[in-house]
Structure formats: C-alpha cells, structure tokens
C-alpha cells in the first residue's frame, strides 16, 4: 500500500483525521501557521503542523489552510475572518498539545455547538426516511405511495406478470 509509507502514515488514514477535536468558527476563512524549521522556540509549531494540521484541514473543509516556513523568528497562528479582522495567536515556546488547547478555547466551536450541528445533521422527520427507528415503518404509509400489496391487491397492469406476458 503506498498510502502507508513514509514519516508517520498513520495520519493519513481516516480514523486519525476523524479523531481530530478542532473544528473552527464558521466565520473563519482562512488559518495560517508560520514557523520556523530551524530553533527550539518552533518545536511545538512544527510538531503542531505534522499531527495535527491534517485533522484541521480535514474537519473544516471550508477553510484555507497555508503554512508559512521560515518567514518569522517566533511562530505564530493568524486566522482571518469573513469581516475582515484577524486574530493572531502566539505560539513560541509552546508544546502542540498547548497550543491545540488554546485553539480549542479561542477558534474552535464549543461541544454544545458540535452537539447541536450533529442533531441537526440527522433530523429524523424526512418523510423519505422509514424502517426501524423512524416516523414510518414502512414507504407505503407515505402519501401518494402504493399501498402494501399484502393489504391492497395491485391492479394487473401494475404487475409484471400481466404486462409482459411471456410466450
């Protein structure tokens, strides 16, 4: 499998990048990180964009994502929103872990949010949905469907049998 090679193929398989906790504001637009490869101070921002720059990307699809290298003597995360400000986030000296938390509490959307995002995701009052767990138990009780055949006989030409007979 050539998906599995490399530095750390783990985080190129689905369930890594599902696992991924942050999910920003809908307002946000674009997320960028400037590090330096070189330098102590960038430990955490480089250990930062190898973990976890792939979930982030991967649960908010809408959003640009660049990366900055070797363009600032101290890392830091800029995140610009539709409106036109910014926010910048200082991240020298910090472990990944740190800075995932930071992000959490400041750009990311609360797990009330999450919660209600996903309940809305699933309404269950789609009248195409049936079977076990749903409003209906079955398609025919929807209206302008064909009733049970086994409580209301079809007409013969609606069966296969009648309409093309074989010979």
Not at 49 to 60: C, G, M, R
Not at 127 to 145: D, H, K, L, S, W
Request: charged fraction near 25%; proline fraction near 6%; charge should be positive.
């Amino acid at each position: 499998m050539p998906f599995m090679k490399g530095r750390a193929p783990i985080r190129r398989t689905l369930n890594y990048l599902n696992a991924g906790r942050l999910v920003l504001k809908d307002k946000i637009k674009i997320f960028s990180v400037a590090y330096n490869i070189a330098g102590q101070n960038n430990a955490g921002a480089k250990d930062f964009v190898f973990w976890y720059l792939p979930q982030i990307q991967y649960k908010n699809p809408n959003v640009q994502v660049a990366t900055l290298k070797n363009l600032t003597p101290s890392p830091f995360i800029k995140c610009y929103f539709e409106d036109g400000r910014q926010v910048l986030i200082d991240i020298d000296n910090k472990s990944k872990e740190d800075v995932l938390e930071h992000l959490l509490n400041t750009v990311g959307k609360s797990k009330d949010v999450l919660e209600a995002e996903a309940v809305a995701a699933e309404k269950k009052d789609n009248p195409a949905n049936f079977g076990v767990g749903c409003e209906r138990a079955c398609m025919c009780e929807n209206y302008g469907q064909v009733p049970c055949s086994g409580v209301v006989t079809l007409p013969k030409f609606m069966r296969g049998k009648y309409k093309n007979p074989a010979n």
